[in-house]
């Protein structure tokens, strides 16, 4: 059974002031703990054997059978539950959790089938929670084996991040890097391929517009149909910025330039359906193969 409940019913209570940060995204007064909300998201953590730090109830719901053995539980009043949660209509269950902690080798699980050719997705600078978590969600359905953010995305831990991933950021790594620890994968025969909008002039070595004099130059850089790309091979995806795309710093690394043909009258894709189709179509390649 749960340790015995402890009723709480003041909102500076040291608990509730950690879950209140938590929820804010404040790591450093939360002690880096994560804060998650609603059963459905409790029993993602549970299932995914991520340990459960706190669990505060609503004096209004009684204690779930379901909750871990010898977990803290804090019963709060309800005006304190609905002062210290990040939803309007709290489903009046929350808990504090210890994240998980993943490195770059994550990418490359050693316990993975000898077959399992890594997939990475690279989310540069996203900035809209939604869009990261629904990748993250997508990574695990089509089998990618790890999510890669650099500077300026959007944390997953952001609560829309996490409610959008629906539990998968508990299963899939996602990994902050920098620009060198991209092109340390390609030393592990990982390609770069540069996801970039479909009306991209295939010329274009920069942003769309600026144009190169040099034939060899036009050749590598051109844009191929994600489709006629080899994407069972080990690959990362980069996934640029809602507004502005893919940066110079990122293109240049790139080992090719890949879109997803549009017939449709449209300048591009929303970076979570982009990352998505680019995903599905790498697992029905390798499902193919």
């Known amino acids: 059974m749960t340790a015995q409940p402890i009723l709480v019913t003041s909102r500076a209570n040291a608990r509730v002031k950690q879950l209140r940060a938590a929820f804010a995204g404040h790591a450093r007064l939360s002690g880096g703990l994560v804060a998650i909300e609603g059963e459905t998201m409790l029993r993602e953590a549970l299932a995914s054997g991520l340990p459960l730090k706190t669990v505060f109830l609503s004096s209004r719901i009684a204690p779930p059978a379901w909750l871990p053995r010898g977990v803290e539980l804090l019963v709060l009043s309800e005006d304190v539950f609905v002062s210290a949660v990040a939803t ?5 269950i929350a808990a504090l959790l210890i994240p998980p902690v993943w490195k770059i080798e994550s990418a490359f699980p050693a316990n ?3 077959n399992k050719v890594p997939l ?3 989310a540069a600078g996203l900035q809209d929670p939604g869009n990261l978590g ?3 969600r997508s990574a695990e359905a089509f089998g990618a084996t ?13 609560q829309k991040a996490l409610r959008a991933s629906a539990g998968s950021v508990f299963r ?3 990994v902050q890097v920098a620009a060198d620890q991209l092109v340390a994968l390609k030393s592990r025969g990982v390609r770069l391929l540069a996801a970039v909008a479909p009306n991209a002039e295939s010329n274009s070595g920069s942003p769309v517009g600026s144009k190169s004099n040099s034939k060899a130059t036009r050749r590598e850089r051109a844009v191929l149909p994600a489709t006629e790309t080899d994407l069972a091979c080990a690959c990362a995806l980069m996934i640029g910025n809602e507004g502005a795309g893919l940066g110079e710093e990122w293109l240049s690394l790139a080992d090719a330039r890949i879109t997803i043909p549009t017939p449709g009258r449209v300048e591009s894709l929303n970076a979570a359906v982009a990352g998505s189709l680019l995903l599905y179509e790498a697992s029905r390649q390798r499902s193919a193969s």
């Open 172 to 174: 899939v790594p996602v």
């Open 88 to 92: 309007q209509n709290p489903q009046g």
């Open 112 to 114: 993975s089938p000898a």
């Open 120 to 122: 990475l997705l690279v």
């Open 134 to 136: 629904t990748l993250v």
């Open 146 to 158: 790890a999510v890669l953010t650099t500077h300026g995305t959007v944390s997953e831990w952001n």
